[in-house]
């Protein structure tokens, strides 16, 4: 996968919490020259539904896990379920409110003993200084991937959703992604089923905006935006 340095994306504010990359139109024009089923799909979706980052590392690295291997609809339940346990300890989602939970707080807000211990340990990480943080803006897309997949529980695939959701990274494609790859099989292979080479052939051809392509697949089968 390419790497780009976040300072390349220049969030651009939407909301006084929420960001959104100035690279947006860009792309976009570029890929709709570039790619016959993008140059139909992406007028169908307003400007609103940009890209956006709340700019909190550890939330969105938390919900990450929290999204693992369900749907975009049930991690939604999941979370909303853990933010109001989160608010028993603190006002705010922080990995020092994640350690003053029990694990039955969590539990019962519907993650699994493994996500439980994911998120602990990820809190660990993030309140004893385990991450170089400051450095991320500095470092291409594969030493990130790196170093958070050094985490008990984060894979590739989560350490992809942070390079998008947080990073902003332009050029990200998650193959391990099962939306992504089902909205590529629907929009350039009739629902025929898909390998990764078949889906990295496609987005050869979105390259270097493979995060915003990636972006409008995902719209494509889900309208509404997910955020981490």
């Not at 504010?13 to 860009?26: E, N, Q, R, S, T």
């Not at 999941?78 to 300890?89: F, I």
């Not at 051809?205 to 697949?217: I, Q, R």
Request: hydrophobic letters at 45%.
């Amino acid at each position: 996968m390419p790497s780009s340095k976040k300072s390349e994306a220049k969030p651009k504010a939407l909301a006084p919490d929420v960001m959104a990359p100035d690279y947006w139109d860009k792309a976009c024009v570029a890929l709709m020259k570039q790619d016959r089923i993008l140059r139909k799909l992406i007028p169908k979706y307003p400007k609103i539904e940009f890209l956006t980052t709340r700019g909190d590392p550890f939330q969105t690295l938390a919900r990450a896990i929290v999204g693992q291997q369900i749907s975009v609809k049930a991690a939604q339940s999941v979370w909303e379920r853990v933010l109001l346990a989160t608010k028993k300890v603190s006002r705010k989602f922080t990995a020092q409110a994640v350690l003053k939970l029990e694990m039955s707080d969590l539990r019962d807000a519907g993650l699994s003993v493994r996500k439980v211990e994911y998120i602990q340990d990820l809190a660990n990480h993030f309140v004893n200084g385990g991450l170089h943080c400051a450095n991320w803006d500095q470092l291409d897309d594969d030493t990130v991937i790196a170093e958070l997949t050094a985490i008990r529980g984060i894979g590739r695939w989560t350490a992809e959703m942070f390079l998008i959701f947080y990073l902003m990274r332009p050029n990200v494609l998650p193959l391990d992604d099962i939306g992504l790859i089902k909205a590529i099989s629907l929009a350039y292979f009739s629902g025929e089923p898909v390998s990764r080479s078949e889906a990295k052939e496609v987005a050869a051809n979105w390259d270097p905006w493979k995060t915003v392509a990636t972006w409008y697949m995902w719209r494509s089968i889900d309208p509404i935006p997910v955020e981490y």
